[in-house]
């Protein structure tokens, strides 16, 4: 995989907008094409073919369906009213499907890299002393996600730093076989040096971008803050660990989100803390770029005051080393004389992870079925 390093001066824009020339693209894309094999394809063969079938088959579904409804009002058999309420469910089964696939389709087409803006974000990289992967890649790096479905990232975009961070667009494909939802967005990603409860500080105004689209934390661990805070932001921890969280997210803290944190959720969980909103965060609008900034400092005055928390339901451990600028995406490193991970790390078991609940978007595997069940049934009772 090729990577583009370069200075390190400040935040610089000029190279997402400007104007570039054809012959600059085209001498840099031979060489990042090669490095990169699949950077102008966002579907596997087989997944385009599988994709191309589906959407053909609801087209023909959804013309045999027009036919049958016509014909049947034509016909005004005694039985047309049942017939017609199953043939209209098949046809509203087969336009969801399509409808479904097609946004799928969309927002997989436009993270499709073209050679102009594969150089744009080289190049903004470059000037920024950041490296630029393009994916798609497998997001087995991003540990505390692995539990949650196929994550699949793309536009990764690496600082250099004193810490590991990481900035990167992501697709998570969650729920059983055959019925899965997809999920799209963008993250800020940052290693800490100790594990922390799992917290989720939600942004009011929008779509839940972390955990999943069809779970939520349960209700239960809602936790109500000071002031005026509840306004902007839902937090969630787990049950007994109150405290801690408002040790975390005191009120300067949660002014500086609030100055600094634009539509993005924020989760903290195990040594990870991830800025993360359900747009793309990797884009060529500068204005993204100093949002996911403002959003990143916001915090990054708090970090050391959260490193020194410790967990007092268990034994004291030394802290793990997160200086490394490369350390995304390998194991910990471990200080002398760290237990290994059958211990538990540095949080006790019931503050490891939230109790989720499900979110409304389950109703994507459970509503298209019970609809066809009821739909037979009244169909049948017509008759």
Not at 242 to 257: G, Q, S
Not at 297 to 319: C, H, M, N, S, V
Not at 339 to 356: I, M, N, Y
Request: charged share 25%; glycine share 10%; aromatic share 10%.
């Amino acid at each position: 995989m090729q990577t583009v390093e370069g200075n390190k001066t400040g935040l610089r824009t000029e190279a997402l907008t400007e104007r570039i020339k054809r012959r600059d693209v085209r001498k840099f894309f031979r060489a990042f094409s090669e490095a990169n094999p699949g950077v102008g394809s966002f579907l596997a063969p087989a997944q385009r073919v599988a994709l191309g079938f589906v959407l053909f088959t609801c087209l023909i579904g959804l013309l045999a369906m027009a036919v049958g409804i016509s014909q049947e009002i034509e016909e005004a058999a005694p039985d047309m009213a049942g017939q017609l309420v199953g043939m209209s469910t098949i046809t509203g089964l087969f336009l969801f499907g399509g409808i479904m696939l097609t946004w799928v389709f969309i927002r997989r087409s436009a993270r499709r890299g073209t050679p102009k803006r594969h150089y744009r974000f080289a190049k903004f990289a470059y000037e920024n002393g950041m490296t630029y992967l393009p994916g798609p890649y497998e997001g087995t790096h991003v540990t505390p996600w692995a539990d949650r479905g196929q994550l699949t990232v793309s536009r990764v975009i690496h600082p250099v730093s004193q810490r590991s961070i990481e900035f990167a667009n992501y697709e998570l494909k969650s729920g059983p076989a055959g019925s899965q939802s997809t999920q799209f967005g963008g993250y800020g990603a940052m290693r800490l040096s100790t594990h922390l409860p799992h917290i989720v500080l939600h942004a009011k105004g929008g779509s839940p971008a972390v955990v999943s689209a069809a779970v939520l934390p349960a209700r239960a661990q809602r936790l109500s803050l000071e002031g005026d805070f509840d306004e902007y932001f839902s937090l969630y921890c787990p049950e007994e660990y109150e405290r801690d969280a408002l040790y975390l997210f005191t009120p300067d803290v949660m002014v500086r989100l609030i100055d600094g944190v634009r539509g993005f959720d924020i989760e903290i969980i195990d040594d990870w803390l991830f800025f993360v909103r359900s747009r793309d965060v990797v884009t060529l609008d500068p204005a993204d770029w100093k949002g996911l900034r403002d959003a990143i400092f916001a915090l990054g005055e708090k970090i050391t005051r959260w490193e020194r928390w410790r967990d007092d339901r268990i034994e004291q451990r030394p802290r793990m080393d997160a200086t490394d600028p490369h350390r995304i995406g390998r194991p910990p490193v471990e200080a002398a004389g760290e237990p290994d991970a059958a211990t538990g790390g540095l949080v006790a078991k019931p503050g490891r992870r939230l109790r989720l609940a499900f979110g409304r978007t389950v109703l994507i595997w459970v509503l298209p079925p019970a609809v066809l069940i009821a739909a037979a049934i009244v169909a049948n009772v017509l008759d």
